[in-house]
């Protein structure tokens, strides 16, 4: 699925007209790039077998362990981000060590992502889109729903992760805007 047959899904959910190009000058195809790019931090920041990779984390120049370029990261126990930084809160303090082996999710290319992982969030922006245009027309949505909830499940059969359980350690999401 390219980028524009996402965005057609989306018109589609609320019966508008297809579009040929992207452009955000058309403020519809601005909501869209909007709800797009929210389902595709949701979808993502679960963490899947194609965008979650094991990095060594290593101290910046500041003496902080930085985080801010993923999405989400599965830490040690005792330690949560904050800042987009590794803080560890029973010395109220940032953590100065490396840390070896984390799992980081990661945000990647749309091009990048499995084909039933662009369906999901297509439909899920879809969904998200069709809530806000027509809030009164229950039988699109639920249609719509069912949809993005089947997607969601393809992607879970075919790429399944849970690194939380596996490190031994705790998931922190990434809300940093990236």
Same mark, same amino acid.
């Given at each position: ?14 019966? @508008? ?6 452009? &955000?000058? *058309?403020?519809?195809?601005?909501? /869209?790039?909007?709800?797009?790019? !929210? %389902? ?10 194609f965008n979650t990779d ?42 100065? @060590? ?6 980081? &999710?990661? *945000?990647?290319?749309?091009?990048? /992502?499995?084909?039933?992982?662009? !369906? %999901? ?58």
């Amino acid at each position: 699925m390219t980028e524009l047959q996402a965005y057609n899904l989306c018109l589609q959910a609320v019966s @508008q007209a297809a579009i040929n190009t992207i452009s &955000v000058a *058309d403020p519809d195809v601005a909501e /869209i790039a909007n709800h797009l790019a !929210q %389902a595709k931090r949701s979808v993502l920041q679960m963490g899947w077998l194609f965008n979650t990779d094991t990095v060594d984390l290593e101290v910046d120049g500041n003496s902080k362990v930085s985080v801010a370029e993923y999405l989400k990261v599965y830490l040690p126990d005792g330690l949560t981000v904050r800042g987009g930084y590794v803080w560890q809160p029973s010395t109220s303090s940032y953590y100065d @060590q490396d840390i070896n082996s984390a799992q980081c &999710v990661v *945000d990647v290319a749309w091009t990048d /992502i499995p084909e039933e992982g662009q !369906q %999901a969030i297509a439909h899920k922006a879809a969904v998200s889109y069709l809530m806000q245009i027509k809030r009164d027309d229950f039988t699109s949505l639920q249609l719509w729903q069912m949809k993005s909830v089947n997607r969601m499940a393809a992607l879970e059969l075919l790429y399944p992760t849970d690194y939380g359980d596996a490190t031994g350690g705790s998931s922190v999401d990434n809300n940093l805007n990236i």
